[in-house]
């Protein structure tokens, strides 16, 4: 059976402990969304850019103290803010340093000395990595755990369609930057991306699970393509221009995708849930518990 890399056992081992995330909505928003390269976002992408459950109506120092009042917080003793939805990077320098000071001096604000807090995730596009915000992320790594987790999606570059905006040689070019300054990079992908045709093949898989062999990355975010409410694809889907990806084919590309990867990287994720309410299809997306079983039928952890 493959091993597996889970991010659970890594954060723990690296830490020497539970380690778990604080999400956060930093309010920001997209070079594809406010016109600069495009409007409307990604044509899978949610109106809340993966967020919706964060609450934007909060600032950031308000979310981070709604998190030390959940239930999460007694879980683990380390954590990482994490700043999820949307383009992270997506703002001068100056901005982006008074958001994520904002965030840990609001953790520090909240917590009694039980908590430490050990990391700083920041999800964005790859064509919103320079070398000035690399420079920045770098700034805290004397004290916390710094990683950045960019949107491949795919490496199908022709695939305009998706309305991403940016290319895989963005994507190369924001890993080089980050990796210039020892920052982890983590890889985001999805399986089942529409196509004008209908959908990706595995031979799109295969291309770029072979692409991402040949960058110097430490981990992998994967899930499957969902279709939710007032998006692009939610029409393609009504037209029946779009069919999603049954579980059964999720989990044979899934397999490939766990079996071809390099061993070194982390696994952060293998499946990906939209809430409930906003959710149009496929109805298996709801219930993670089948790709969970699965891997631990069929594969061994780190654990």
């Known amino acids: 059976m493959v091993k597996i890399n889970y991010i659970n056992q890594y954060l723990k081992d690296k830490f020497g402990e539970r380690t778990l995330k604080i999400c956060i909505d930093g309010g920001f928003t997209c070079p594809n969304r406010d016109g600069i390269k495009g409007k409307n976002g990604c044509i899978f992408c949610s109106e809340l850019g993966s967020g919706e459950h964060l609450d934007r109506s909060l600032s950031i120092k308000e979310q981070v103290a709604q998190a030390f009042h959940s239930i999460k917080i007694k879980r683990a003793n380390s954590f990482i803010l994490y700043f999820q939805n949307f383009s992270n990077t997506y703002g001068s320098v100056e901005e982006l340093k008074t958001k994520y000071d904002e965030a840990i001096n609001a953790f520090y604000d909240y917590s009694d000395g039980s908590k430490k807090l050990v990391g700083l995730q920041i999800a964005t596009r790859p064509d919103c990595i320079t070398e000035e915000i690399a420079k920045l992320l770098s700034s805290y790594k004397d004290k916390l755990y710094i990683a950045v987790e960019l949107g491949l999606q795919t490496t199908n570059d022709d695939n305009n369609f998706l309305n991403r905006c940016y290319t895989k040689e963005d994507f190369e070019k924001a890993v080089k930057i980050l990796n210039s300054y020892d920052i982890d990079v983590i890889a985001h992908i999805m399986v089942g991306l529409p196509t004008p045709a209908g959908r990706e093949t595995h031979d799109d898989i295969v291309r770029t699970i072979d692409f991402i ?68 299809a496929p109805e298996w997306n709801l219930h993670k518990k089948y790709v969970l079983n699965y891997i631990f039928n069929n594969f061994t952890s780190n654990n």
């Open 213 to 280: 062999n040949t960058q110097k990355i430490q981990g992998i975010k994967i899930h499957s393509c969902y279709v939710v409410k007032n998006t692009y694809l939610e029409k393609l889907y009504n037209e029946k221009k779009y069919s999603p990806i049954s579980l059964e084919e999720y989990l044979d590309e899934l397999t490939y995708i766990l079996t071809h990867i390099s061993p070194d990287l982390v696994v952060h994720r293998i499946s990906g849930d939209a809430p409930k309410d906003i959710l149009v």
